[in-house]
């Protein structure tokens, strides 16, 4: 329990570096990078030699934040995102160590990582070297998303985990209105994958539900999360997508951090 805790109180400092970037000169996708951060720290934490894709390449700022965190980026991201000449750019970039593929189109994550995995594969590689592949609920309205999964499936790719930040919004509004899923888990289930549901805050659950990944099946994650986790005023608000703010509207959500 002390390890979760202590995971917990990371988060809670890498939100408030978040509320920071959103204070800088060109503000960043806030709402989004707060419903993921938890899924993807637990995922650095626990992958330590896996390659980890963030498909939702919007989402950025909590990707910036974490890899400094852990020591794999020099730069503060709230003190260069966004400006001229720093590698910090509004999509993850490759020219960053530790950033293997520039997402940015959505839809475009998961297929790169399923070719790493078919290369993994071919190459014979330890089954326990999975890749790591964290996308939205948003997303999942491209068609390549289902086109990728088909060729996994059909190809017999097991050897990655497929996580979906299911924050419920997207640029325009609630996904529930624009375009909604009716029986997520089933569709993923009749590809022949593991599917598991989780809540996309609870560390343990997300530790948990990495443990039950078996060598010879992929493993969807359909994680529930709320999009501006952490700040009261922004939770489950959709103007919270792209946020720009002043510093005293940053301390203020500092301060209101749950």
Same mark, same amino acid.
């Given at each position: 329990?002390?390890?979760?805790?202590?995971?917990?109180?990371?988060?809670?400092?890498?939100?408030?570096?978040?509320?920071?970037?959103?204070?800088?000169?060109?503000?960043?996708?806030?709402?989004?990078?707060?419903?993921?951060?938890?899924?993807?720290?637990?995922?650095? +934490?626990?992958?330590?030699?896996?390659?980890?894709?963030?498909?939702?390449?919007?989402?950025?700022?909590?990707?910036?934040?974490?890899?400094? %965190?852990?020591?794999?980026? $020099?730069?503060?991201?709230?003190?260069?995102?966004?400006?001229?000449?720093?590698?910090?750019?509004?999509?993850?970039?490759?020219?960053?160590?530790? +950033?293997?593929?520039?997402?940015?189109?959505?839809?475009?994550?998961?297929?790169?990582? +399923?070719?790493?995995?078919?290369?993994? $594969?071919?190459?014979?590689?330890?089954?326990?070297?999975?890749?790591?592949?964290?996308?939205?609920?948003?997303?999942?309205?491209?068609?390549?998303?289902?086109?990728?999964?088909?060729?996994?499936?059909?190809?017999?790719?097991?050897?990655?985990?497929?996580?979906?930040?299911?924050?419920?919004?997207?640029?325009?509004?609630?996904?529930?209105? +624009?375009?909604?899923?009716?029986?997520?888990?089933?569709?993923?289930?009749?590809?022949?994958?593991?599917?598991?549901?989780?809540?996309?805050?609870?560390? $343990?659950?997300?530790?948990?539900?990495?443990?039950?990944?078996?060598?010879?099946?992929?493993?969807?994650?359909?994680?529930?999360?709320?999009?501006?986790?952490? #700040?009261?005023?922004?939770?489950?608000?959709?103007?919270?997508?792209?946020? %720009? #703010?002043?510093?005293?509207?940053?301390?203020?959500? $500092?301060?209101?951090?749950?």
């Amino acid at each position: 329990m002390h390890f979760i805790k202590s995971l917990e109180l990371d988060a809670r400092e890498l939100r408030k570096e978040l509320i920071d970037i959103a204070n800088s000169e060109y503000g960043c996708h806030l709402g989004g990078s707060l419903s993921v951060l938890d899924l993807l720290y637990a995922s650095y +934490i626990n992958f330590e030699n896996s390659e980890i894709i963030l498909s939702k390449g919007h989402t950025c700022a909590a990707l910036y934040a974490i890899l400094y %965190k852990l020591n794999k980026l $020099k730069e503060k991201p709230s003190l260069s995102y966004g400006k001229f000449n720093s590698l910090l750019t509004g999509h993850p970039n490759h020219l960053i160590p530790n +950033i293997t593929f520039s997402t940015g189109s959505l839809g475009h994550g998961l297929p790169y990582g +399923i070719g790493v995995s078919l290369s993994n $594969k071919l190459k014979q590689k330890e089954s326990g070297e999975n890749t790591i592949i964290i996308g939205g609920d948003g997303e999942l309205q491209e068609g390549l998303i289902w086109e990728t999964l088909q060729v996994a499936s059909g190809q017999n790719i097991a050897n990655f985990i497929y996580i979906i930040d299911k924050n419920n919004g997207q640029n325009d509004g609630a996904t529930s209105s +624009i375009s909604p899923y009716h029986n997520l888990k089933s569709r993923f289930s009749s590809y022949g994958f593991d599917v598991l549901e989780i809540n996309g805050h609870d560390y $343990k659950e997300i530790l948990e539900s990495f443990s039950k990944k078996r060598a010879n099946h992929a493993l969807v994650i359909i994680a529930n999360t709320i999009k501006g986790k952490g #700040i009261p005023s922004l939770e489950n608000n959709f103007s919270s997508h792209y946020v %720009k #703010i002043n510093e005293a509207t940053a301390q203020k959500w $500092k301060e209101e951090l749950i």
